[in-house]
Each structure stands twice: as structure tokens, then as C-alpha cells.
């Protein structure tokens, strides 16, 4: 459970997240693209993928002097598996929700 908390926590953060879905869209995408795009110092890029990287959320790949990160799926991939485990409270909640709203309208 710890691995999982490391990576809900790591997302938690409004700038890791927003690197997470990026190289979603994008894809592999190298250090200094991440850094020119960010409204923050490139150090501070840096130590946000570091947090990406041991959380599992992300893998760097080198090319020479380069960095180059993309979306690590098996780390993704546990969230997923989490949320879906959990499907069957939130679906019975929205579901008893639903039927209260029903009955309002009746």
C-alpha cells in the first residue's frame, strides 16, 4: 500500500500532475521541453521529476548529455487497478444517491 500512497501523493502536487498528463499526450519528451514549457525554475522541474521517478509515475531515458522522461504504464497501472477494485462503493453510493433524488422528485 505504501508504493500506491507514494504515487497518489506524488500526483497530488498541481505541477506533477500536469507533467504526468503531458507526457501523456505528448510522450516522450526531453528535460529542457518540460523546463521551457513551466512556470517554474528548471531545478524545480528537476526535483518534481525526481519525486515522479521514485514514486514509479515516470521513467528518464539519457541520450548524451540529454534527459528524456515518458509515463512509466505499470505505475499508472496501479492506480487504475486501485480504483477499480473500489468501483463497487462508488458505484452503490452514486446508485443510493440516485434513488434519493427520485424519490425528492416524486
Known amino acids: 500500500m505504501s508504493n500506491l500512497t507514494d504515487k497518489f501523493a506524488a500526483l497530488a502536487d498541481e505541477t506533477r500532475l500536469s507533467v504526468v ?3 501523456l ?3 516522450e ?3 529542457g521541453a518540460l523546463v521551457a ?4 525554475s528548471g531545478p524545480a522541474i528537476s526535483r518534481h521529476l525526481k519525486v515522479l521517478r521514485a514514486a514509479g509515475l515516470v521513467h528518464q531515458r539519457a541520450d548524451g548529455t540529454k534527459r528524456f522522461y515518458s509515463v512509466r504504464p505499470e505505475g499508472l497501472r496501479a492506480i487504475s487497478e486501485w480504483t477499480m477494485d473500489h468501483r463497487s462503493f462508488w458505484e452503490a453510493g452514486l446508485d ?3 434513488a434519493l433524488l427520485a424519490e425528492e422528485e416524486e
Do not use: V
Open 96 to 98: 443510493r444517491l440516485e
Open 25 to 27: 499526450d505528448e510522450g
Open 29 to 31: 519528451l526531453p528535460a
Open 21 to 23: 498528463e503531458r507526457l
Open 37 to 40: 514549457d513551466a512556470t517554474i
